[in-house]
């Protein structure tokens, strides 16, 4: 019983200790305040990404020289590119740095 109390005690204090960082962050998203992420090669790549969606082109790609590629290096994972692409094809509007924020909460 009391490791159970102890385990519940450990995580409300983690979630109290990130509360105003995600209230500040928040807050930022919606006003539309905020640099993205510090990697801003990372942030304009996803932003093409919404662009390819929006011509047509291949999920998770970014337009390049007549074609589409992958963006070698510039994804740090396929899910959040995944995720700006249907987010586009969905919407029909082109992904802003607050869209990424957005999908970052």
Partial sequence: M???????LFTAAALL??????????????TGDYGGSA????????LKASTATLEGGPFAT???DGRYSVAPDRFNDLG???LVSL?????????TAA???????
Avoid at 17 to 30: E, F, L, T
Avoid at 99 to 105: E, F
């Fill in 2 to 8: 009391k490791s159970r109390w102890t385990t519940w």
């Fill in 17 to 30: 200790s990130v509360a105003p960082q995600w209230v500040r962050y928040a807050g930022s998203v919606r």
């Fill in 39 to 46: 990697d801003g090669q990372r942030v304009e790549a996803l």
């Fill in 62 to 64: 970014v337009p390049w």
């Fill in 80 to 82: 959040t590119a995944t």
């Fill in 87 to 95: 987010w586009t094809h969905a919407t029909g509007r082109q992904a």
């Fill in 99 to 105: 869209t990424l924020g957005s999908i970052n909460l």
